[in-house]
Nanobody, 130 residues
Framework: QVQLVESGGGLVQAGGSLRLSCATS???????????MGWFRQAPGKEREFVAG????????DYADSVKGRFTISRDNAKNMVYLQMNSLKPEDTAVYYC????????????????????WGQGTQVTVSS
């Protein structure tokens, strides 16, 4: 059974910070380092959008323009975990945040399109009040 479980969401005031975590488990993730990882979000009435991506070894990352300089994606391959540190949060960051995993080839690949990802978590709600 493949599982990605997000945690760390909640209600925060504008300007505040949250750290999202994504725990992966299951036989598929026995070699977590084979997967590029990403965070996406979906606000009410909007399409799911890319937030951040990280390569298999963590050597390459990418961010949506809307979060650059405020969010940081990281991973711990020894713990099969991926994180999203979110600082200087804005009300427009309010959304359900999803963790996703993509089977990746050798190299510093990360992916920005949802269709490239093979596995998804159930999401965690982040609400930023003004």
């Amino acid at each position: 059974q493949v599982q990605l479980v997000e945690s760390g969401g909640g209600l925060v005031q504008a300007g505040g910070s949250l750290r999202l975590s994504c725990a992966t488990s299951g036989r598929t993730f026995s070699t977590f380092s084979l997967y590029a990882m990403g965070w996406f979000r979906q606000a009410p009435g909007k399409e799911r959008e890319f937030v951040a991506g990280i390569s298999r070894n963590g050597g390459s990352t990418d961010y949506a323009d809307s979060v650059k300089g405020r969010f940081t994606i990281s991973r711990d391959n020894a713990k099969n975990m991926v994180y999203l540190q979110m600082n200087s949060l804005k009300p427009e960051d309010t959304a359900v945040y999803y963790c996703a995993a993509a089977i990746a080839g050798v190299g510093n690949y990360y992916y920005t399109t949802s269709g490239r990802y093979n596995y998804w978590g159930q999401g965690t709600q982040v609400t930023v009040s003004s």
